[in-house]
Nanobody, 120 residues
């Protein structure tokens, strides 16, 4: 069994920064790739950033130059550094990781989400 737990969300003023962390635990063999999604009220969930097995990254246009995704395979962690936050970044942020466990083939796992609110 693999579990993902996000942390680091909260209330921040426009222009501020937050770092989201996603911790994978359980019977993990290897973390291959990770991604962060977000869902604002009344909107569909969107992919914000992703990082592949070879460390290549992708960002949605609205966060390019402001957000940075990274991962630490040794610690089974995925991070999202968010700078210059805007009110439109307000959403619940979800972590997704592609992980192989010691008992199952590789698959995608999701966290429960963490709220990010950007407001003055």
């Amino acid at each position: 069994q693999v579990q993902l737990v996000e942390s680091g969300g909260g209330l921040v003023q426009p222009g501020g920064s937050l770092m989201l962390s996603c911790a994978a635990s359980g019977s993990i063999f290897r973390l291959y790739a990770g991604a962060w999604y977000r869902q604002a009220p009344g909107k569909q969930r969107e992919l914000v950033a992703s990082i592949s097995n070879d460390e290549s990254t992708m960002y949605v246009n609205s966060v390019k130059g402001r957000f940075t995704i990274s991962k630490d395979n040794a610690k089974n962690m995925v991070y999202l550094q968010m700078n210059s936050l805007k009110p439109e970044d307000t959403a619940v942020y979800y972590c997704c990781a592609h992980i192989s466990s010691t008992v199952t083939a590789a698959g995608d796992y999701w966290g429960q989400g963490t709220q990010v609110t950007v407001s003055s």
